[in-house]
């Protein structure tokens, strides 16, 4: 873009060039010039003294400057015409001495050459201008363009990403890696009878590495990498999409063996009829078109198409079928060694101290995914780099742990006694009953300072990665959350608003329990909830898949689930109502209070005060299995 732009600034300048030099031969000439009617009044006022006159140039000298010159010259049109009108004149000015001098010496004339060239020379140049411009106008009107895929010719910073700046994703690389090699060597897929997969769809939650996945194929592949977002198809008016979707694949098919990079595959993707707009809903035909494209008459020799997304369950069947999208690859949360490596990877360029293990980061980070890990180490880089200091240090991972996952620490916030009280006792309540509860996670800190928008956190960390989640364990959860609420109508004689979040989580958790996970006996192993999708059109069309009875059971048996949790959570913490207000009287005293102090307390040992407040307390004991 700057190229062509400087380019064109160089030709507007030897246009304009051109142009003054023309002028510049026509109606000028060396020396100080003057105009032909201020001739004639020079010879009348007596100021010429003497002049020389050779074919058409005529060269004055005068009695006073003129412009600060006293010889002037000025080019005359009709050299016999004027020496016809000045005739008497001079004869009469040279036989009073005025006119001392003069001389005329005959010119060559003007011929039909001398006529037509500035002509012929000014019309090209207006011709090569008019050219120029209509070009242009024609490149830059946007509704030329306006059919025309926006997609990015490899990588967009022109950094180039390969499988090692890739970590935690071993079994997607290998994957992706088939896909290089037989853009690299088809032959030794084409003898076998295997032919090249047309689409490969990666899926996964936010932050997993889809898209730099897909960046680490272009920089390990030897061939053209086109990649465009979604969005980028979708426009207000008709047609506009498909016609994209055609300039793309068109694109690709010219520079063959090529790469398509679609990210937000959803965007373009979803199923078809579920909007308002019928058949002829722009979406829709955008999608026809890329469905033709990836699998129709046409062949695409040597075209791959790479797409991403974070929700397959919304996109159309057709688009997934083999044919179009062969594979999907899931990009899945990084298990505890694909966090290390993760961390390895950020780690690069940043000066860490000699306390700070990433293999314990990454046991305490457990569902963290590539993004927040990349981000825990940022937003410490940055704590340390505020208060000028020239390593991270594991005080810096821990408080960028707690900003990530709670906010900021808001030490300035003046609160009443009353409230701190109120806080100490709600998280005291969450972290007992954490305690009692066998298959909870393990309670890491407790602090009654404001972050974000809570007044008091409790951390519970697991100990070790778990994929699945068993009835009992999501039935612990509900008591755990519960914890905060029960402690403060036993306690304080009151409730607040405190424990709303604590209160939607539960109620949540115990829905998807009863009526999406079948963990209901008088519901039975049935799943009455999809998947959360909301499509409006068919929304519209569809029916609950369920009777108005089976609607009541769910609510009834959501209550009961409730019910039964706060009960549990309401003997738990009777029954160590003592241990609880030891915690809450040293967290009015100290703010908060480490894991190992609550275990401590919780044990009845004594709470040591130079104990570490870090939530990666813990974590450096565990031995790999």
């Given at each position: 873009m700057k190229s062509k732009r400087t380019l064109s600034i160089l030709l507007y300048l030897v246009i304009l060039a051109a142009v003054l030099s023309m002028l510049s031969g026509i109606f000028s000439s060396s020396g100080n010039t003057i105009a032909y009617s201020r001739v004639t009044e020079l010879f009348k006022a007596e100021q010429v003294k003497s002049f020389l006159l050779q074919g058409d140039q005529l060269t004055m000298e005068l009695y006073s400057p003129y412009n600060g010159k006293t010889t002037v010259s000025t080019t005359l049109g009709d050299p016999e015409g004027f020496l016809d009108e000045m005739e008497q004149l001079l004869q009469q000015q040279s036989e009073s001495g005025i006119l001392t001098a003069y001389d005329i010496v005959a010119g060559e004339g003007w011929s039909a050459f001398d006529l037509v060239l500035p002509l012929i020379i000014a019309g090209l140049v207006l011709l090569f201008a008019w050219a120029l411009l209509m070009g242009r106008m024609n490149s830059g009107n946007p509704l030329n363009n306006f059919g025309k895929a926006r997609t990015v010719l490899g990588v967009p910073d022109d950094r180039k990403v390969t499988f090692d700046d890739v970590a935690g994703a071993d079994e997607e690389k290998q994957e992706l890696q088939e896909v290089v090699d037989f853009l690299r060597n088809p032959d030794k897929f084409t003898q076998i009878g295997a032919r090249i997969p047309h689409g490969m769809l990666l899926v996964g939650p936010p932050g997993t590495g889809k898209t730099l996945l897909a960046r680490a194929v272009a920089g390990e592949a030897d061939v053209q990498f086109l990649s465009i977002s979604g969005s980028d198809f979708v426009e207000m008016y008709v047609g506009v999409g498909a016609s994209r979707v055609r300039d793309l694949f068109d694109q690709a098919k010219k520079i063959a063996p090529a790469i398509i990079f679609i990210d937000e595959i959803d965007a373009v993707g979803r199923k078809r009829g579920s909007g308002l707009g019928g058949g002829h809903d722009e979406k829709e035909q955008t999608l026809n078109q890329l469905l033709v494209e990836m699998d129709g008459f046409s062949k695409n020799e040597g075209v791959i198409v790479l797409a991403?997304?974070?929700?397959?369950?919304?996109?159309?069947?057709?688009?997934?079928?083999?044919?179009?999208?062969?594979?999907?690859?899931?990009?899945?949360?990084?298990?505890?060694?694909?966090?290390?490596?993760?961390?390895?990877?950020?780690?690069?360029?940043?000066?860490?101290?000699?306390?700070?293990?990433?293999?314990?980061?990454?046991?305490?980070?457990?569902?963290?995914?590539?993004?927040?890990?990349?981000?825990?180490?940022?937003?410490?880089?940055?704590?340390?780099?505020?208060?000028?200091?020239?390593?991270?240090?594991?005080?810096?991972?821990?408080?960028?742990?707690?900003?990530?996952?709670?906010?900021?620490?808001?030490?300035?916030?003046?609160?009443?006694?009353?409230?701190?009280?109120?806080?100490?006792?709600?998280?005291?309540?969450?972290?007992?009953?954490?305690?009692?509860?066998?298959?909870?996670?393990?309670?890491?800190?407790?602090?009654?300072?404001?972050?974000?928008?809570?007044?008091?956190?409790?951390?519970?960390?697991?100990?070790?990665?778990?994929?699945?989640?068993?009835?009992?364990?999501?039935?612990?959860?509900?008591?755990?959350?519960?914890?905060?609420?029960?402690?403060?109508?036993?306690?304080?004689?009151?409730?607040s608003v405190g424990a709303s979040n604590d209160i939607d989580r539960a109620t949540k958790l115990a829905k998807d329990m009863v009526a999406r996970y079948g963990m209901c006996e008088k519901l039975g192993t049935v799943s009455y909830l999809d998947g959360g999708e909301v499509f409006i059109g068919r929304d519209y069309q569809q029916t609950k898949s369920y009777s108005e009875a089976v609607a009541a059971t769910i609510d009834e048996e959501v209550k009961l689930l409730i019910d039964k949790a706060y009960d549990h959570c309401k003997q738990l913490l009777e029954e160590h109502s003592g241990k609880l207000h030891e915690v809450v009287e040293y967290l009015l005293a100290n703010e908060s209070m480490s894991g190992e102090q609550f275990a401590a307390c919780m044990e009845g040992r004594e709470i040591a005060e130079c104990s570490s407040t870090s939530l990666f307390d813990g974590f450096e004991e565990t031995t790999e299995e």
């Open positions: 991403a997304t974070n929700r397959p369950d919304i996109l159309d069947p057709a688009l997934l079928r083999p044919g179009r999208f062969d594979r999907q690859i899931h990009v899945g949360r990084p298990d505890v060694r694909g966090r290390e490596e993760i961390l390895k990877v950020h780690a690069r360029g940043k000066k860490l101290d000699d306390t700070v293990s990433l293999k314990t980061i990454a046991r305490a980070t457990s569902g963290f995914t590539g993004a927040d890990l990349s981000n825990l180490l940022n937003e410490a880089a940055i704590m340390a780099a505020r208060e000028d200091r020239p390593v991270l240090s594991m005080d810096d991972l821990n408080e960028a742990m707690m900003k990530i996952t709670a906010g900021p620490a808001k030490r300035s916030r003046v609160a009443q006694r009353r409230d701190l009280k109120c806080t100490a006792i709600h998280e005291a309540g969450h972290a007992v009953a954490m305690y009692h509860l066998p298959t909870h996670d393990p309670v890491r800190h407790i602090t009654i300072i404001p972050r974000g928008q809570s007044l008091g956190s409790t951390w519970s960390l697991p100990q070790d990665d778990s994929s699945n989640m068993t009835r009992n364990e999501m039935y612990e959860q509900i008591v755990s959350l519960l914890g905060g609420r029960v402690a403060e109508a036993l306690f304080i004689g009151d409730i």
